[in-house]
Protein backbone atom coordinates (compact mmCIF):
# COMPACT_ATOMS: atom_id res chain seq x y z
CA UNK A 1 0.00 0.00 0.00
CA UNK A 2 0.88 3.60 -0.93
CA UNK A 3 1.04 6.37 0.89
CA UNK A 4 0.70 9.61 -0.63
CA UNK A 5 0.49 13.34 0.59
CA UNK A 6 -2.44 16.00 -0.51
CA UNK A 7 -0.43 18.87 -2.02
CA UNK A 8 -1.94 22.54 -3.17
CA UNK A 9 -4.39 22.85 -4.60
CA UNK A 10 -5.83 19.68 -3.74
CA UNK A 11 -3.16 17.48 -5.57
CA UNK A 12 -2.23 13.88 -5.43
CA UNK A 13 0.56 11.46 -7.10
CA UNK A 14 -0.41 8.95 -8.21
CA UNK A 15 2.32 6.53 -7.18
CA UNK A 16 4.67 4.95 -10.24
CA UNK A 17 3.71 1.35 -9.79
CA UNK A 18 0.19 1.87 -9.45
CA UNK A 19 0.25 4.12 -12.46
CA UNK A 20 2.23 1.42 -14.65
CA UNK A 21 -0.11 -1.26 -14.12
CA UNK A 22 -3.08 0.16 -14.78
CA UNK A 23 -1.57 1.85 -18.03
CA UNK A 24 -1.85 5.28 -17.17
CA UNK A 25 -0.56 8.38 -19.32
CA UNK A 26 -0.39 12.06 -18.43
CA UNK A 27 -3.27 13.44 -19.58
CA UNK A 28 -5.77 10.63 -19.25
CA UNK A 29 -9.02 11.39 -17.41
CA UNK A 30 -10.33 9.91 -14.16
CA UNK A 31 -13.32 9.56 -12.60
CA UNK A 32 -13.22 10.58 -8.90
CA UNK A 33 -15.91 9.51 -6.56
CA UNK A 34 -16.35 9.21 -2.59
CA UNK A 35 -17.23 5.63 -0.87
CA UNK A 36 -17.37 4.77 2.44
CA UNK A 37 -14.59 7.66 3.31
CA UNK A 38 -12.63 6.86 0.54
CA UNK A 39 -11.78 8.41 -2.42
CA UNK A 40 -12.04 5.92 -5.58
CA UNK A 41 -10.22 7.10 -9.09
CA UNK A 42 -11.64 5.18 -12.02
CA UNK A 43 -9.64 5.81 -15.23
CA UNK A 44 -11.93 6.80 -18.36
CA UNK A 45 -11.13 6.59 -22.23
CA UNK A 46 -12.84 9.23 -23.31
CA UNK A 47 -14.27 8.49 -27.37
CA UNK A 48 -12.79 11.19 -29.53
CA UNK A 49 -15.33 13.32 -31.37
CA UNK A 50 -15.34 13.54 -34.99
CA UNK A 51 -17.02 15.91 -36.77
CA UNK A 52 -20.30 15.88 -38.90
CA UNK A 53 -20.24 14.95 -42.46
CA UNK A 54 -22.54 16.95 -44.27
CA UNK A 55 -25.17 15.15 -46.36
CA UNK A 56 -27.41 16.42 -48.95
CA UNK A 57 -31.07 16.21 -48.83
CA UNK A 58 -31.00 13.28 -50.87
CA UNK A 59 -28.13 11.82 -49.00
CA UNK A 60 -30.21 11.70 -45.66
CA UNK A 61 -32.92 10.36 -47.33
CA UNK A 62 -30.91 7.37 -48.58
CA UNK A 63 -28.90 7.07 -45.33
CA UNK A 64 -32.45 6.72 -43.47
CA UNK A 65 -32.92 3.53 -46.41
CA UNK A 66 -29.49 2.30 -45.13
CA UNK A 67 -30.47 2.65 -41.37
CA UNK A 68 -33.41 0.41 -41.92
CA UNK A 69 -32.25 -1.97 -44.41
CA UNK A 70 -29.26 -2.99 -41.76
CA UNK A 71 -31.28 -2.84 -38.63
CA UNK A 72 -33.81 -5.57 -40.87
CA UNK A 73 -30.37 -7.54 -41.90
CA UNK A 74 -29.32 -7.46 -37.95
CA UNK A 75 -32.97 -8.59 -36.85
CA UNK A 76 -33.96 -11.00 -39.62
CA UNK A 77 -31.19 -11.94 -42.77
CA UNK A 78 -33.36 -14.83 -44.05
CA UNK A 79 -35.99 -11.65 -45.08
CA UNK A 80 -33.19 -8.74 -46.00
CA UNK A 81 -31.91 -7.31 -48.83
CA UNK A 82 -28.57 -6.08 -49.00
CA UNK A 83 -27.63 -1.77 -49.03
CA UNK A 84 -27.80 -0.76 -52.93
CA UNK A 85 -24.19 0.72 -53.81
CA UNK A 86 -25.86 4.31 -53.24
CA UNK A 87 -26.62 3.31 -49.65
CA UNK A 88 -24.12 1.84 -49.43
CA UNK A 89 -21.53 4.75 -50.22
CA UNK A 90 -23.49 7.29 -47.78
CA UNK A 91 -23.18 4.58 -44.69
CA UNK A 92 -19.71 4.18 -45.42
CA UNK A 93 -19.38 8.05 -45.85
CA UNK A 94 -20.63 9.10 -42.25
CA UNK A 95 -19.15 5.60 -41.06
CA UNK A 96 -22.34 3.68 -39.88
CA UNK A 97 -20.43 0.35 -41.77
CA UNK A 98 -16.46 -0.09 -41.92
CA UNK A 99 -15.51 0.68 -45.51
CA UNK A 100 -13.24 -2.40 -44.43
CA UNK A 101 -16.49 -4.13 -44.31
CA UNK A 102 -18.56 -2.47 -47.01
CA UNK A 103 -18.94 -6.03 -49.23
CA UNK A 104 -20.63 -7.62 -46.52
CA UNK A 105 -23.51 -5.67 -46.84
CA UNK A 106 -23.88 -5.19 -50.65
CA UNK A 107 -27.08 -7.39 -52.37
CA UNK A 108 -24.79 -9.82 -53.66
CA UNK A 109 -23.44 -10.43 -50.16
CA UNK A 110 -26.50 -11.12 -48.90
CA UNK A 111 -27.82 -12.98 -51.44
CA UNK A 112 -25.26 -15.73 -50.58
CA UNK A 113 -26.20 -15.51 -46.98
CA UNK A 114 -29.94 -16.03 -47.42
CA UNK A 115 -29.54 -19.02 -49.79
CA UNK A 116 -27.01 -20.35 -47.24
CA UNK A 117 -29.22 -19.85 -44.07
CA UNK A 118 -31.94 -21.59 -46.04
CA UNK A 119 -29.64 -24.48 -46.40
CA UNK A 120 -29.27 -24.66 -42.83
CA UNK A 121 -32.52 -24.33 -42.09
CA UNK A 122 -33.60 -27.10 -43.92
CA UNK A 123 -30.35 -29.24 -42.75
CA UNK A 124 -29.41 -29.73 -46.19
CA UNK A 125 -25.50 -29.48 -44.80
CA UNK A 126 -22.84 -31.61 -45.73
CA UNK A 127 -20.38 -33.08 -43.18
CA UNK A 128 -18.82 -33.58 -41.11
CA UNK A 129 -15.84 -35.20 -42.72
CA UNK A 130 -13.23 -37.30 -41.10
CA UNK A 131 -10.74 -36.74 -44.15
CA UNK A 132 -10.16 -34.52 -47.12
CA UNK A 133 -10.81 -37.12 -49.38
CA UNK A 134 -14.53 -37.99 -48.08
CA UNK A 135 -15.18 -33.96 -48.71
CA UNK A 136 -13.79 -34.44 -52.18
CA UNK A 137 -16.02 -37.16 -52.67
CA UNK A 138 -19.26 -35.05 -51.40
CA UNK A 139 -18.73 -32.09 -52.93
CA UNK A 140 -18.47 -33.98 -56.33
CA UNK A 141 -21.20 -35.78 -56.08
Given at each position: MSVVKVRPRRQVTIPKDIFSKLRLEEGDFMEAKAEDQKIVLIPKKLVTKTGVVPLS????????????KIEKIKQDMVHSKGLSDEELAVAVK??????DQAWWWTEEWQKGERESQKEINEDNLLGPFSTVEQFKIAIES
Open positions: KGEQTTLKKAQAVRMIDP
